[in-house]
């Protein structure tokens, strides 16, 4: 026979052991969202070591192709410093023994820019008629009251650039910009965003790296007055 004590024991272990499953599964629960949480910051460190990664390569790769450009620069260099006077002629030489399309991809073509002192201008056009280019005409683009002119000389290959020869760089302020700051710093610059008269979309343009050219290197001059 069951006593009233025994009963009331009974019915106390019962009540007990109702909370059991109910503590095992919000055990569980818990498990299973700090199991989730920890996995997710693994995910997400994983994801953004990726992205760090993936961001560096591209850095890289950019560095890499901005670099194209001055190595041809650094060719043309040569070519100055073993001649007195670079010629036309010499020029295109110089551009057709490069593969272009290999060495320096997306790059569309190499330049000389030569700063003309304004009372100089009539000489300086009637000298490059009279090396092989006899429709050679200065081309402006809007700022034309400067004292001193930043003229394509050479462009090649020509046949990619028509309408840059004879272009004052020095008449339009993103290119003055850059050719100034070559000029000042004798080290490499580039512009903003430009549209080139050879096409109307807007890359990024004109490498400067000389004292006389944003597309042509030499050596640089002490001081940025015998640059210019």
């Known amino acids: 026979m069951t006593t009233p004590q025994t009963a009331i024991a009974g019915v106390g272990r019962s009540a007990s052991t109702q909370w059991v499953p109910t503590l095992v599964f919000l055990l569980g629960l818990g498990v299973a969202a700090g ?49 007195k006077s670079v010629e036309r002629a010499e020029f295109r030489s110089y551009v057709e023994s490069r593969d272009m399309g290999s060495e320096f991809a997306g790059v569309r073509g190499f330049g000389f820019i030569q700063r003309v002192a304004r009372p100089a201008l009539g000489a300086f056009l009637k000298a490059e008629r009279a090396d092989g280019a006899p429709n050679f005409a200065l081309r402006q683009l809007g700022d ?16 990619a650039n028509a309408g840059a020869q004879g272009l004052d760089i020095g008449s339009e302020s993103a290119r003055r910009s850059a050719a100034q700051r070559a000029v000042d710093s004798g080290q490499p610059t580039i512009t903003g965003a430009i549209a080139l008269v050879q096409n109307q979309r807007k890359p990024p343009a004109c490498c400067c790296s000389c004292r006389y050219t944003p597309t042509a290197c030499f050596p640089p001059p002490r001081i940025s007055g015998e640059r210019r």
């Open 144 to 159: 034309t009251g400067h004292d001193d002119l930043y003229i394509v000389k050479f462009i090649e290959p020509a046949e």
């Open 35 to 83: 199991t989730a949480y920890w996995k997710q910051k693994d995910i997400d460190g994983d994801a953004q070591a990726q992205f760090e990664r993936s961001v560096e390569a591209v850095a890289e790769y950019v560095h890499a192709r901005l670099r194209l450009p001055i190595y041809g620069l650094q060719g043309a260099k040569g070519l100055y410093a073993a001649s």
